[in-house]
């Protein structure tokens, strides 16, 4: 029997159908079994469920012929949307012995996702805005965690107004994207429980699973346990370190990777090329390169200036970085293709094994990337 | 009725089955799709049919109380899939007049998938390596298309050697990514239609849907036309350019960006930071632009060497860029706050929308990225 065009796409419209509703079961199932997590107080993020669950359906896909990485790619963007959905429905409280939790920041981005996730937990929440500080006796009293989450250039003034409002069995914590003079000032003006946390992600998740949160200790870390516990009841990676391993580590990873967005922005727009004739020729990943470059600049430029000021020593590496690319210059105008050659091949041994699983990670990102692409 | 979450786990596991079927059984209503538009000669993309599958899956799924942007990225994601599967049953040969066609290269990376895609069109396809040089005059007798496709160092030397070996009818092309100068020697060398193509491209691409081929006129456009039509049946989509356009973008899209990528990761290597801490700390954006910089050294170092040493204009912009890098560095040391708000103000302007539209398509991009994570 041959159908025509048109019959097939009509054919083809009704399986599309059938897949939302087949989609739409799953996220009431997941609804059940967020039900039954939350009473239970199981964790969102289950790393060996979620292989299992992959590896099962990529077996399948090879039996019925179906690319095996069509299958996984299909089930893990469910997934998101399916510990997304066991949000909903709460999660068990697991210090129902906290009266009150105070969220200093808490209608920011990042601060009101955890109002959300402590409040779904059944906590009590309170949210402390800047106007708020003639309340402060009445707001951290009986506050058995204080979380300060507040622009990095206002921490260590708020952290400074904590003097003599907590409780001695209070847990106090702040999110900076510094770790070392915050938790010093924390362990000054605090002499209970102290911790310094770093979620990192931006306030545009729709869930916590797999989400890293760093954890540096201050001081009686078995009294702030539970606050790690139940971030990892959401569904949070919870990952220790020293201040200083993450200062230093957050030198390369915030302070010259976005000096180095900002500057190549900056330098594009006084060149001023068009930026429409730029999208058009763009390949996919010069594409992804220039979205890296300009979602920078939809952003707080004072967040940036200050991470990238918040320490000397990123000055000092930013400008290491400067003589690197001087050099490289002085390279390229000699001509010199070998020594060119030479220094790519002493990087890829650098990067490892990652090199060519950050090609394979990026080729399958490119692609979905340009899966979007109308 | 209260399930265990073992029994909903069994019920999640069956959903996901019929899941698989439902993708199954789209891919073979897509594979008669594909049978239909080869014998009509119907281009494999249509952005309005594309548009208008997933405007209607997007109402069914609020209809439904389901997200989406779930059923839009699920769509998408199985559309990428069903234009390869498309691919499987071949194109239409809009030129059966040709009787030959040889690709220069043809064994390499993009040589290969043109290879495929013309034998797969019905065309008759010789593959010309730099061993077969001594066959010349047997294997150029009678092509209707010449493709050079080899390195980009080795371009200028290959369109020599083809001197008084094409019929006055053939179509010689060229795939380099700089177009000025292989454009002006294919003239020199051929009297016949001549064009240069780019294709914006990896070899990794699993289908043509949507992928954009640059062209530059060279001689008789009319009768390179077919090339074209051919291309754009694939999938792919053909923009035109003069080669001065075309080049003077190619300074900022491959030139400074591989550059600054290449400096960046030889910085890295010889500050040599511990990779496993900074992975182990990555936010998902830091992971993507690390992603970024360690897939480069995966792959030839002599391309990008190559690229970047094409032309004296490149050098000027790299420069222009490092000039740029010290005076932010200036900025900075005197940290002057003010200043650097300014810029960056400047900056999001000449971005204008697209700030805001990266902003969302990398937010989007970076939850799929982190789908994937175990």
């Known amino acids: 029997m041959n159908l025509t065009l048109d019959q097939v796409r009509t054919q083809i419209d009704e399986n599309d159908s059938e897949l ?27 790393p060996e469920r979620e292989r299992s669950l992959i590896d099962k359906r990529r077996a399948q896909a090879s039996e019925l012929g179906l690319n095996p990485d069509l299958a996984e790619d299909v089930l ?25 939790i105070v969220i200093i920041g808490g209608r920011g981005g990042i601060g009101s996702i955890f109002t959300r996730l402590f409040r779904s ?34 921490t260590e003034e708020v952290i400074g107004k904590l003097q003599g409002l907590l409780s001695p069995e209070c847990v106090l914590a702040d999110f900076t994207s510094i770790k070392t003079n915050p938790v010093k000032s924390m362990m000054a003006v605090h002499q209970g429980p102290v911790m310094g946390l770093h979620p990192m992600f931006g306030p545009d998740i729709s869930n916590m699973a797999k989400q890293v949160i760093i954890s540096v200790e201050g001081r009686y870390p078995e ?16 990952k220790k370190f020293s201040a200083a391993e993450h200062d230093d580590a957050m030198s390369y990873i915030q302070a010259l990777r976005h000096f180095t ?54 000055l000092d590496i930013i400008e290491r970085y400067s003589s690197e690319i001087s050099r490289a210059i002085e390279l390229l105008k000699k001509g010199d293709r070998e020594a060119f050659i030479e220094e790519f091949r ?29």
Chains 1, 2 share one sequence.
Not at 76 to 100: P, Q, T
Not at 300 to 305: G, M, S
Not at 352 to 359: E, N, R, S, V
Request: with cysteine; charged share 25%; aromatic share 10%.
């Open 346 to 374: 002493m990087t890829k041994d650098f990067f490892g094994p990652l090199a060519d699983y950050f090609m394979s990670e990026s080729k399958s990102l490119i692609a979905k990337m340009h899966d979007a692409k109308v």
């Open 223 to 238: 009294k702030c346990g539970w606050v790690l516990d139940q971030m990892t009841l959401w569904g949070a990676r919870i």
């Open 20 to 46: 939302l509703k087949v989609l739409r079961r799953r996220l009431e199932l997941v609804k059940q079994v967020g039900l039954i997590k939350s009473k239970e107080g199981t964790p969102v993020y289950v």
């Open 261 to 314: 967005t900002f500057s190549y922005g900056v330098f594009l727009a006084k060149e001023n090329p068009d930026l429409d004739v730029l999208m058009e020729l763009s390949s996919p990943i010069y594409r992804m390169e220039l979205m890296m470059v300009g979602r920078l600049f939809a952003q707080d430029p004072v967040l940036y200036a200050d991470i990238i000021l918040s320490n000397k020593r990123n």
């Open 76 to 100: 893990r963007r469910v997934m998101r949307e399916s510990y997304g959905a066991e949000n909903d429905v709460g999660f068990k409280c697991l210090n129902e012995s906290v009266k009150k």
């Open 121 to 154: 937990s059944g906590y009590t929440v309170e949210v402390m805005g800047h106007r708020d500080w003639d309340r402060a006796g009445e707001i951290f009293a009986g506050a058995g965690l204080v979380v300060v989450c507040v622009p990095i250039d206002r």
